[in-house]
């Protein structure tokens, strides 16, 4: 038994010989962001008084250009640039006048991801890799959004200020998936990542103001919670076709 999962694991490596070694190739990716509980991206709630705030999460995106340079048969770097977008929904419930009020709100950011690629060949056109690194998070402002609604003789406002906890953070990655390789067409790839920062990304501050009329105080209830920016994604990716390095540098010029 022990002999047989030797020969098959060898033939998987054997198969490694046609990976991407002196090969640089660009591509373009869409990951769209899913709300996980489990891994550290769920919804949270804030309790004071008589208010209660409801932070969720919702579908997200992660876009930008790839690019992959092949050092071994086995290996290769991956880097790139890619816009964040996470997108958020806030429920405040007034217990005492038993209302609601909802906000939606986005925070952006940008990433340069540096991860090392490991592959295994499953047939003639489709490869397996997983692949590890980190990634350079950077936040360029805070958010800012409000909403109001009227209930009777009563105005209320909602508003969120979130603050960037740095202006650059670090975060792991960790990568799996799966891709189609063409001859001449270049290469289609699906999988699945996570992306964990190494400390919180920012702090999300909830301001609840009663206007009651015609009283001139306004009351004001103020929570906040941590945003740890944690993701899951599903990743879709095409890298446009290269030639190897070396045979584009062998390749004679036309008219000779």
Do not use: C
């Not at 092949?70 to 997108?87: A, C, H, K, P, Q």
């Not at 958020?88 to 952006?108: M, R, S, V």
């Not at 009283?215 to 945003?227: F, H, I, R, Y």
């Amino acid at each position: 038994m022990m002999r047989n999962t030797t020969i098959v694991v060898l033939l998987l490596m054997s198969g490694t010989l046609l990976a991407q070694k002196d090969v640089t190739t660009f591509g373009i990716q869409v990951k769209p962001m899913v709300p996980s509980k489990f891994f550290n991206s769920g919804a949270q709630t804030i309790s004071q008084e008589y208010l209660t705030v409801d932070m969720t999460p919702k579908l997200g995106w992660n876009f930008g250009m790839l690019m992959r340079m092949g050092f071994t048969d086995m290996f290769s770097l991956e880097t790139g640039i890619n816009v964040v977008r996470r997108n958020y929904n806030l429920n405040a419930y007034d217990a005492e006048f038993d209302t609601n009020l909802e906000l939606d709100y986005t925070f952006a950011g940008y990433e340069v991801p540096v991860q090392m690629l490991v592959y295994v060949k499953l047939g003639d056109q489709f490869w397996m890799n997983a692949s590890g690194g980190v990634s350079f998070d950077t936040y360029p402002s805070n958010a800012f959004s409000t909403n109001d609604a009227v209930v009777g003789t009563l105005v209320l406002d909602i508003e969120q200020r979130t603050f960037r906890r740095s202006w650059v953070q670090m975060a792991l990655l960790a990568n799996y998936g799966f891709e189609y390789r063409t001859k001449d067409k270049g290469y289609w790839y699906l999988g699945a990542s996570y992306h964990r920062p190494f400390s919180d990304m920012a702090t999300t501050e909830v301001a609840y103001v009663r206007h009651p009329f015609p009283d001139p105080e306004p009351s004001t209830e103020k929570v906040s919670a941590d945003l740890s920016g944690s993701y899951l994604t599903v990743d879709l990716r095409y890298f446009f076709h290269e030639d190897p390095d070396r045979k584009r540098k062998t390749r004679p010029k036309p008219g000779r």
